[in-house]
């Protein structure tokens, strides 16, 4: 099968090199060229240095971009030398607004549209171990769904178009108040005097475990904050969740305060360090 991946950033890179080693047809296409043929270089795939170029002949066609107008401007690019009958898979985290435009958009050229945002971070995406909230036309997911497992633990269909978005939003709003929580804990326990990673150890048994205080707590404990996923990006996706929380009444309060923590951080210099950063926060506050 020939696929086709628009975007290789820190989760593209390795996802289009998971689909290559799978031993599907890629073409992958990059804004800066150099990185679309260093990829090629490593993955023994093909580049093209167009969107249009990179779709020809693809029956599936993923991208993974940055925000709602990266998302249209690809898309709408793409669509338009998509084989008949082909699918768009977008991998971004985006509003789903854009999801449902660019399912309608898709829908009338005869061409399958899906919304799967990932979860899982740098680590999952180079281990194959992403999580996939998907949104779309069953149908359409299912000709999808062995493809996507290539780089996946984890793939469900939600519902319609901008589902995926919708499930993505739950997902970011969740994380945001266990990384407050784990940063408060911590922060609690050095100007108590305590042994972080002792504390960790007995703690992380019960019932305050969660896959944060598994894989973060020490590093916090360390000041390490360069595990991929920025205080940036994760502004960006809590923005797009309080968006549409004031479109369908739903009460964000904690998620609110969260965001504004990140504001603080990127005040302090850390707008590119991950998202377990809210510790140092607290610790210049």
Request: net charge negative.
């Amino acid at each position: 099968m020939k696929v086709a991946f628009l975007g290789l950033g820190v989760m593209g890179y390795p996802m289009a090199g998971h689909l290559q080693a799978a031993g599907y047809e890629v073409c992958v296409y990059n804004r800066t060229t150099a990185k679309a043929e260093q990829w090629a270089k490593q993955h023994g795939g093909r580049f093209d240095a167009t969107i249009s170029g990179a779709v020809q002949g693809a029956e599936l066609v993923m991208m993974c971009v940055g925000n709602d107008d990266d998302v249209r401007a690809v898309a709408y690019q793409a669509k338009d030398a998509m084989a008949p009958g082909s699918i768009l898979v977008d991998h971004t985290t985006a509003s789903a607004d854009v999801a449902r435009e660019l399912n309608q958009a898709l829908g009338a050229l005869g061409l399958g549209f899906l919304d799967a945002p990932i979860s899982g971070g740098q680590a999952g995406a180079e281990n194959g171990q992403l999580t996939i909230m998907v949104g779309g036309d069953e149908a359409v997911y299912q000709r999808a769904e062995a493809v996507l497992a290539t780089y996946a633990k984890q793939i469900k269909c939600l519902g319609d178009a901008g589902s995926g978005q919708l499930c993505k939003m739950v997902n970011q709003i969740c994380i945001a108040g266990v990384v407050q929580g784990l940063a408060e804990g911590i922060n609690f326990a050095q100007k108590a005097g305590l042994n972080v990673a002792d504390v960790v150890e007995v703690i992380s048994k019960g019932a305050a475990q969660s896959w944060q205080m598994e894989n973060r707590a020490l590093t916090m404990d360390k000041a390490q904050y360069d595990f991929g996923f920025a205080v940036d990006w994760m502004r960006k996706d809590l923005a797009i969740a309080l968006s549409e929380a004031r479109k369908n009444g739903s009460a964000l309060p904690l998620t609110a305060l969260v965001d504004q923590f990140y504001a603080d951080v990127q005040r302090l210099g850390g707008s590119r360090w991950d998202t377990s950063s809210l510790l140092v926060r607290l610790q210049n506050s």
